[in-house]
T-cell receptor, first 115, second 115 residues
Framework: NAGVTQTPKFRVLKTGQSMTLLCAQDMNHEYMYWYRQDPGMGLRLIHYSVGEGTTAKGEVPDGYNVSRLKKQNFLLGLESAAPSQTSVYFC??????????????FGSGTQLSVL | AQSVTQPDIHITVSEGASLELRCNYSYGATPYLFWYVQSPGQGLQLLLKYFSGDTLVQGIKGFEAEFKRSQSSFNLRKPSVHWSDAAEYFCAVGITSGGSYIPTFGRGTSLIVHP
């Protein structure tokens, strides 16, 4: 049971390049989230998904797109990377079975630098 | 909109001293409340959570937190800090908005432990 796996772990892009970050979970969770973490800003929600085939915008969605074609995968895309997107990206998943089991499962993060 | 405030960016304590990290939230009802810890280069790990009932909750690694409705606070405490507790600590709330569950994080408090 791997939990939540993010790939790649590190990436350097040039301004204007595109890339896709992959988040995979093997726990059959319905909810999945993409956050970005910046110094002094905590974790800010980019996009989220409440199930296969659904996505929604979070607090800071501009410049990002997402897809959830399969329940276990949640992809985050940068179509034209900008230096402001230099950040650490975390994916998380959540099993919706009631309050007592409520928690988020996090991946180990992707460190992205845009030059 | 809901918000989470962690007023202390950095906290420095000596090993063996007691610790209290502050967290205040803004929301119309009592949300789910969480504390997560992040060690350097790692993802986030759940320390403890509150949904209802006893307002003093126990977590892992000897941490506890107290929910105070009148103050909209959920402060994290530990009676004796160990050097290994040095990390970033995040308070989070989970609310349901538009039928979707949205976890929102504070900006984090960095704990420094002096020997």
């Amino acid at each position: 049971n791997a939990g939540v796996t993010q790939t790649p772990k590190f990436r350097v892009l040039k301004t204007g390049q595109s890339m896709t970050l992959l988040c995979a979970q093997d726990m059959n969770h319905e909810y999945m989230y993409w956050y970005r973490q910046d110094p002094g800003m905590g974790l800010r929600l980019i996009h989220y998904s409440v199930g296969e085939g659904t996505t929604a915008k979070g607090e800071v969605p501009d410049g990002y797109n997402v897809s959830r074609l399969k329940k276990q995968n949640f992809l985050l895309g940068l179509e034209s990377a900008a230096p402001s997107q230099t950040s650490v990206y975390f994916c998380a998943s959540r099993l919706h079975v009631g309050a007592t089991n409520e928690k988020l499962f996090f991946g180990s993060g992707t460190q992205l630098s845009v030059l | 909109a809901q918000s989470v405030t962690q007023p202390d960016i950095h906290i420095t304590v000596s090993e063996g001293a007691s610790l209290e990290l502050r967290c205040n939230y803004s929301y119309g009802a009592t949300p789910y409340l969480f504390w997560y810890v992040q060690s350097p280069g790692q993802g986030l790990q759940l320390l403890l959570k509150y949904f209802s009932g006893d307002t003093l909750v126990q977590g892992i690694k000897g941490f506890e937190a107290e929910f105070k409705r009148s103050q909209s606070s959920f402060n994290l405490r530990k009676p004796s800090v160990h050097w290994s507790d040095a990390a970033e600590y995040f308070c989070a709330v989970g609310i349901t908005s538009g039928g979707s569950y949205i976890p929102t994080f504070g900006r984090g408090t960095s704990l420094i432990v002096h020997p």
